[in-house]
Structure formats: C-alpha cells, structure tokens
C-alpha cells in the first residue's frame, strides 16, 4: 500500500463549477501538507502549504486537512480553463523528502 | 530568472551510455534536492543536498547514479549505463530551510531523459 493516495482521473468538469480533490494517507507522522499544480512538460509549483488539521483559504482555493481521517483535500471555486492541470498532494513528516500522490489530472471546460 | 534552472531540458541517448544532468538553484537556497517522476505517477526523492553535503540518497538511487553539489551551489546528477528503465523526468528543486521541516521546495522545469 502506498503511503499516499490520491485518485489520478481523469477529472473533467465544466467552467466556473467547484472542484473537489483529494489524498488519503497512511503515515501520521506527516505533519505538514502541500498542494502542488503541475502544467504539461513542467515542474511542480506550491499552490498551498498548511501544517494543522482545519482550513486554509488563498483566492479561489482552500486547502483542507482532516487529521484524524488521514484525509486532505483541495477545493478551487470558479474554475477557469487556465486551472487544468495536473494536481498533487503531498506530505512531509519532518524527513526534508516530500511523499507525493501520483497526480489527479484535471481539465475545465470552456 | 532567478528560479531552478535545469540542463538540459531533454535527452536522448541509447542504452549503455552515460548522461550527466545539471541544477542551479536558486542562489540564496541551502537545500537542494533531485526527484525523478515517470509518466502518471508524482515526483519520487532521490536525494538532497545541504550546501555541499549529500544527507541522504533513496534506495532508487542505485549504484549507477551518482549526485554531487560541490561548493554548495549547482548540483549534478549522472547516471552511468543507462537502462531503458531509466527513461523518465529528473527534477531538481532547491529550499531555504534548516531544521527538521522540509519547507516549500521550489522546482526546476525538469530534464527529460529518453533512453532507446
């Protein structure tokens, strides 16, 4: 079993609607967690960063930790085109190496 | 541009040779760190570096990969003796951290390797 799970899609939804996505993990010993956006044929960039169990907002995106459930999500309001992309969560336990989830590829709509 | 930049951005080569892959990071950053991610799975750790010292390498780095970061600022990766296995994207991405928390890692745009 993998220490993190994360549905790869595809995800395909129309513009404006909310997207949901999300990871499950196995390990509590990760502390902190991470949403990465990942563009075709580039490197990862850090959409959000949060470390206890509640929310965070940035813009159109909140990040959610629920650590009892070994579950985080990540929700972005009023998706636009520019939005599809890959998706990855990570997770960090204090190791300075991060777990990923393999990615959930998400396209918007026009 | 001052974020990760990675050389080349892709390589193709035959099975048996050796390639050398190139990071600079971001100049400032004390952590530096190489993943490798192959098509529909995420970035999986290599190793990293701390300035110049290499803490700690994953069990994926066999024998035939070897990282190195002299005077603490660009990186190289190569891998000896290629194998069709090793086709994938290496990314590298560098951090400025101490302490145990891993941080906001900032990643380069990946060197692409191809091995037919």
């Known amino acids: 079993q993998k220490e993190v799970e994360q549905d790869p899609g595809p995800l395909s939804v129309p513009e404006g609607a909310i997207v949901s996505l999300n990871c499950t993990y196995s390990?509590?010993?990760?502390?902190?967690f991470m949403w990465y956006r990942q563009y075709s044929r580039k490197g990862p960039e850090l959409l959000m960063y949060?470390?206890?169990?509640g929310n965070k907002e940035d813009g159109r995106f909140t990040a959610q930790v629920d650590k009892s459930s070994k579950y985080i999500s990540l929700f972005i309001r009023d998706s636009q085109p520019s939005d599809s992309a890959t998706y990855l969560c990570?997770?960090?336990?204090?190791?300075?190496?991060?777990?990923f989830g393999q990615g959930t590829r998400l396209t918007i709509n026009p | 541009d001052t974020g990760v930049s990675q050389d080349p951005r892709h390589k193709i080569t035959k099975r048996g040779q050796n390639v050398t892959f190139r990071c600079d990071p971001i100049?400032?950053?004390?952590?530096l760190y190489w993943y490798r991610q192959t098509l529909g799975q995420g970035p999986e750790f290599l190793t990293y570096?701390?300035?110049?010292?290499?803490?700690?390498k994953s069990r994926l780095l066999s024998d035939r990969f070897s990282a190195e970061r002299p005077k603490g600022s660009f990186s190289t990766l190569e891998i000896q003796r290629t194998e069709q296995g090793d086709s994938a994207m290496y990314l590298c991405?560098?951090?400025?951290?101490?302490?145990?928390?891993?941080?906001?890692?900032?990643f380069g745009e990946g060197s692409r390797l191809t091995v037919l």
């Open positions: 570096f701390q300035n110049e010292a290499q803490l700690e």
């Open positions: 390990n509590s010993a990760f502390q902190y």
């Open positions: 949060t470390y206890s169990s």
């Open positions: 990570a997770m960090d336990k204090g190791a300075q190496k991060l777990v």
């Open positions: 100049s400032e950053h004390n952590r």
């Open positions: 991405a560098s951090s400025l951290n101490s302490g145990g928390v891993t941080g906001e890692l900032f």
